[in-house]
């Protein structure tokens, strides 16, 4: 099945500064990639996804890009605020059903 | 959000008593899932389901089964709850055809097993 490993587990960043999650998976047949934040106590959001016919997506001061020859994808958050402090999990959305493979999650926290 | 509700929201239950965690939504997905939350593992997929009656097991589908007798309600079982089923479960839903749309997830149920 498969897999997805995500890093790091913990991110601190000064408000401001810039934050990059990376994760990587198994399946190359794998087709969508979200992105969701949780904040404590919430339930998962979606905050920006891919498909596997583009590299790169862009949502103000969110991004993420695809390499699918690595296998490889990440989240870029520019000029990041404390309220984008929160879990950030990756996914690999698979080619079947809608099913999602999450990543272990990334603690962000953003320093005011 | 999405028009996803889940009951009870917490519970705490005894071993080996059965539960009942009920997923109802008002936006008529045919895609359904249950995921658990733990600390260090992310969310993990224990059963899904892609319509009425039709279900499948994911990652962690042991110790759980659900049914789904109409489109607006998932149910997951626990048989007999054991302390290793203390998490956060989650429902989601999705409109998916092709296994690309967006997954909403419902409020969540706390449930510790004592």
């Known amino acids: 099945g498969e897999n997805v490993e995500q890093h790091p587990s913990t991110l601190s960043v000064q408000e401001g500064d810039s934050a990059v999650i990376k994760c990587t998976y198994s399946?190359?047949?794998?087709?969508?990639f979200p992105w969701y934040k949780q904040e404590l106590g919430k339930r998962p959001q979606l905050i920006i996804d891919i498909r596997s016919n583009v590299g790169e997506k862009k949502d103000q001061r969110i991004a993420v890009t695809l390499n699918k020859t690595a296998k490889h994808f990440s989240l870029h958050i520019t000029e990041t605020q404390p309220e984008d402090s929160a879990v950030y999990f990756c996914?690999?959305?698979?080619?079947?059903?809608?099913?999602?493979?999450f990543g272990q999650g990334t603690i962000l926290t953003v320093h005011p | 959000d999405a028009g996803i509700t889940q009951s009870p929201r917490h519970k705490v239950t005894e071993t080996g008593t059965p539960v009942t965690l009920r997923c109802h939504q008002t936006e008529n997905h045919r895609y359904m899932y249950w995921y658990r939350q733990d600390p260090g593992h992310g969310l993990r997929l224990i059963h899904y389901s892609y319509g009425v009656k039709d279900t499948d097991k994911g990652e962690v589908s042991d110790g759980y089964s659900v049914s789904r007798s109409k489109t607006e309600d998932f149910l997951l079982t626990l048989e007999s709850a054991t302390s290793s089923q203390t998490s956060v479960y989650f429902c989601a839903i999705s409109d998916s055809t092709g296994g690309t749309d967006t997954q909403y997830f419902g409020p969540g149920t706390r449930l510790t097993v004592l």
């Open positions: 996914a690999d959305g698979g080619t079947s059903y809608g099913k999602l493979t």
């Open positions: 399946d190359s047949a794998s087709n969508y």
